[in-house]
């Protein structure tokens, strides 16, 4: 007879749940190859808005709600909200508030605010921004993180989110490209290079990038994994995705 004394349920230091747009399918697969053992992550999506502002967010909020109903009847121990550019539009006392409200007080983190704790943690004041989106984003992008005391040195995008079909595209850039465009972005004034998009492959260029650079790598995805793991009360350091997730 098998010997299973030993074995855990799924899950079984903590799940966390995270709220995706429809179109991304990159944050589900590099989360899943990052998680911990005995740590795992329950997706659900909410849509994509295009101008969030333009009923002071209800819409947006509206179906953050419904997506938090979901993930809290999966029992999750925390909750993350993976997507950077509705992230940053979004105050973030409201959407984190409203996360934690209808989710019973889980504690909750967003793409956005992941983003500005990982450079906090790292010492980073001055950034290189590569993106696969439009210059009208990459400026909102930029403002945001002038805001919170981000100075973004330089920053390109190559243009995808211009559309469902665009949109999509965005997950399939290879690797190599990624990590041609991030490079291309490298100052010696800035202290980091910060790779915006949860649905933009990252994880095979981090480390490749730091080694080439000599510099901290954060992408969206990285630093929402560790925003969340660290909320969810995990603080294991795990190897080969860069610094943040390396030491902090």
């Known amino acids: 007879m098998a010997d299973l004394s030993h074995a855990q349920p799924i899950g ?3 799940r966390i749940g995270v709220i995706v747009p429809p179109s991304n399918t990159v944050n589900e697969a590099e989360f899943g190859r990052m998680a911990p053992d005995g740590v795992t992550f329950h997706f659900t ?10 009923n002071d967010f209800k819409d947006m909020l509206d179906a953050v709600s419904d997506a938090v109903g979901d993930l809290t009847l999966a029992n999750v121990d925390a909750l993350a909200f993976g997507c950077t550019s509705d992230s940053m539009a979004c105050p973030a006392d409201r959407l984190i508030g409203t996360m934690e409200q209808k989710s019973g007080g889980k504690p909750s983190v967003s793409t956005a605010g992941g983003i500005l704790k990982a450079l906090e943690a790292l010492g980073i004041t001055k950034v290189s921004m590569a993106t696969p989106y439009i ?12 805001d919170h005391g981000i100075e973004v040195v330089a920053m390109a995008g190559l243009g995808l989110n211009t559309g469902w079909e ?7 850039v290879p690797p190599a490209k990624v990590f041609e465009h991030a ?6 004034g800035s ?3 910060l790779i915006c998009c949860t649905d933009f492959n990252t994880l095979d260029v981090i480390e490749p990038l730091e080694a080439e650079l000599g510099k901290p790598v954060i992408s969206s995805n990285t630093a ?24 902090f």
């Open 166 to 172: 665009g949109i999509q595209k965005m997950s399939r």
């Open 183 to 188: 490079k291309s972005v490298d100052r010696p």
């Open 12 to 14: 079984h230091r903590r």
């Open 45 to 54: 999506r909410s849509p994509l808005h295009e101008d969030p502002w333009h």
């Open 135 to 146: 210059e009208a984003t990459n400026e909102h992008e930029k403002h945001f993180l002038n």
């Open 224 to 247: 929402s994994f560790w925003a969340s793991l660290r909320a969810a009360g995990i603080d294991d350091k795990i190897e080969g995705y860069g610094r943040l997730l390396r030491e």
């Open 191 to 193: 202290q980091a290079i």
